[in-house]
């Protein structure tokens, strides 16, 4: 069986780090907003609901990201009235670069 041989690292080198702390919320990986992802996700059909998506068949069947109308950085509540299926490519024009 074939050994890995072994990766360089030049002195002084540290792996990059996962998430800056500041952008990651642990809520969302609790199984109370797994749970009402799932429910924004059924409501929704599974599809974007952005009325200028560009995305064909409206990301259904590819990946989808749940939303916050309102950020709860700016005082958004985490209830399923305040959030909304987007296909990436709407996430990423709603917010731009965040970081």
Known sequence: MPIKPPTFQPPGWMPAPNKR????DPYYGTQA???MRGIVLKRDGYCCTASDCSTPSRGLGGRLVVDHVVERRD???????????LCPTCDNRRHGRRG
């Open 33 to 35: 907003w797994k749970r």
């Open 21 to 24: 702390p500041e952008t990651h």
């Open 75 to 85: 005082g958004g509540a985490d209830h399923v009235s305040n959030l909304r299926t």
